[in-house]
């Protein structure tokens, strides 16, 4: 499971093997409910879905969306002979629940879509595997702005096992040409595993575009100081300055209280670390042997960089 690095997209990849001696006929159902917009119970009401002609995917809209209302959301499985559902009173049954759903007793899905519905896609495809046999399947979840009827072309050229492997292969690329673009070592090889990967990985996918993480989920845009410690040598210019804007219209609101001092902190170059709990807060004392370590201090002797900066 993985989200597409430079398209609104999610891809869920699922493998099967059939590891017995008999042949096996199975089905594999995908579900999501849909909200399009910022509350469940507000917009279900405005929720409409449909089965796009051309490619068989289901597409949800929301039409009283006043940001988004050119926004088409889609949920697809590639292969042929699906059934779908758009009505989840229909799928999860009269008083039950996802545990165990009143469309799992049946033999295909309805059909049914539209609007005036509990709005949500279920996709079910029935399918047989040989002894020894594997198959891979992929749902992929995605938006895509409505113009010129480029949905249909979008959807298609996401679809199926090539585009997930392409994409993941990106993905990989993406991750490691940001990670290694700073390195930190230290005499302390757990700390070198995490500087090095995992915290940067964290705070720019968490802190930075969920604006949430592991040690401050209040949702709110970071400050300049902040993003410009972590993440000003590991991101491409264009997506810095975006980040940089977002950073200052964040400080101009009043919503950044703090602020910090001339000197960093060791944590502030491995990346997240300057802004656990509180911003400033001293790096561990078994990572260095002062507090605060001068920014030159640091790019002498701890930081080495990829290419020219």
């Known amino acids: 499971m993985f989200v597409s690095i430079d398209t609104a997209v999610k891809y869920s990849v699922l493998r099967i093997t059939n590891e017995s001696d008999e042949l096996r006929k199975l089905s594999v159902t995908g579900y999501v409910e849909w909200v399009l917009g910022d509350l469940r119970p507000k917009s279900l009401m405005h929720i409409a879905t449909e089965i796009d002609a051309a490619s068989g995917c289901v597409i949800a809209r929301n039409p009283y969306n006043t940001e988004f209302p050119a926004r088409r959301a889609f949920f697809d499985l590639d292969g042929s002979g699906r059934s ?76 199926g096992i090539a585009a997930a492997d392409l994409a993941l292969s990106k993905v990989h690329a993406y991750w490691r040409n940001t990670l290694d673009t700073v390195q930190v070592t230290t005499p302390d090889q757990d700390l070198n595993l995490l500087a090095n990967g995992w915290l940067l990985y964290q705070t720019i996918a968490c802190r930075l575009w969920a604006r949430s993480g592991y040690y401050q989920s209040g949702g709110l845009l970071v400050s300049v100081t902040s993003c410009r410690i972590a993440w000003r040598w590991c991101i491409p210019d264009k997506r810095w300055r975006a980040n940089r804007y977002s950073c200052l219209q964040a400080t101009n609101s009043s919503k950044v209280m703090y602020s910090t001092g001339g000197t960093l902190p060791l944590a502030a170059v491995c990346v997240p670390i300057a802004l656990m709990i509180i911003s400033g807060c001293p790096w561990p004392s078994h990572a260095t042997s002062t507090a605060a370590v001068t920014w030159a201090y640091l790019m002498k002797n701890c930081i080495t960089w990829k290419g020219a900066q």
Not at 100 to 116: F, V
């Open 84 to 159: 779908v559902s758009g009505d989840r009173n229909e799928f999860i049954g009269r008083n039950g629940s996802l545990r165990n759903p009143a469309a799992m007793d049946r033999q295909r899905l309805s059909g049914k879509t539209g609007a005036g519905l509990d709005p949500c896609t279920a996709l079910q495809q029935e399918f047989e595997l040989n002894p020894g046999q594997e198959k891979r399947m992929v749902f992929v979840l995605g938006s895509v702005i409505a113009e010129n009827g480029n949905v249909t072309q979008f959807i298609q050229q996401h679809r």
